[in-house]
């Protein structure tokens, strides 16, 4: 299997795949089977809710339409699986496996060490995709239980949106592990940066002097505006397409010429 990165890695992450996607896909699906209980029972409460808390729980529109719920209780809380998990995931990769002393025995074998970063890349890619995909199936089936419309156009472009942050957050880690070659560390740089951004992102509406740092948090380009209510903008795609494409560049580009410290 050695003549296919690719392949390897996404066989020896295959229970962190099922196990991760059971998970999400359970937490979406009965977030939307609640919907009516929120719709019928908190709707006019959360309306009288300060605005300082407005980014974290929504307003009273979140809680009488299902698009709206989905935007606050779904996407901008559930993109916290897929992250989690591809922070585990790569920077465990390239770093664990220096940690468990395998990674020279790795680039020993006929195999460049640029197929093994790009390969090892792609497979993650596609294991927070499969990830992130649960959100939008399965709040798809609980919207077709409770009989609530939703718009699935707007549902799959937040879904790419979350796959995107998630894949930036994680390629940050993974970046970061082929640097330096310690997992702990570039799993907290990766895991740090993220709280921060999100706590930047949710706090700016209400708090004037966090405008500016918004400017600067990835978060900023997940969900702003509400891809629910809005569409997921071009311009949001790109920034946060680039940041990924230019943290790989990065580690790419120092993994393949550094040393490998014998273990």
Known sequence: ????????????????????????????????????????????????????????????????????????????????????????????????????????????????????????????????????????????????????????SRLLQATISTWLVSLLISVLAFAVGAITLKRGFSGMIAGILFFVSYLVTSLAPSVKYLKIPNDFSFFKYFNSPSVMMNGLRLSNVLVLSGITILLAAAGFLVFVKRDIPQK
């Open 1 to 152: 299997m050695l003549d296919n990165i690719f392949k390897k890695t996404i066989y020896e992450k295959r229970w962190m795949v099922v196990g991760w996607s059971i998970s999400t896909a359970l937490f979406c699906f009965f977030i939307v089977l609640v919907f009516p209980v929120f719709r019928d029972a908190f709707g006019e409460s959360f309306a009288q809710i300060p605005d300082s808390l407005k980014g974290f729980l929504g307003d009273k529109t979140a809680y009488t339409t299902l698009n709206g719920f989905v935007d606050i209780q779904v996407i901008y809380q559930m993109v916290f699986m897929p992250v989690i998990m591809g922070i585990i995931l790569c920077s465990g990769l390239l770093a664990g496996k220096q940690e468990q002393g395998v990674l020279q025995t790795l680039l020993a074998q006929p195999v460049k060490r640029s197929t093994v970063y790009i390969q090892m890349f792609w497979a993650s890619a596609v294991i927070i995709g499969i990830v992130s995909s649960m959100i939008f199936i399965f709040t798809w089936l609980g919207a077709l239980i409770i009989s609530e419309p939703i718009d699935l």
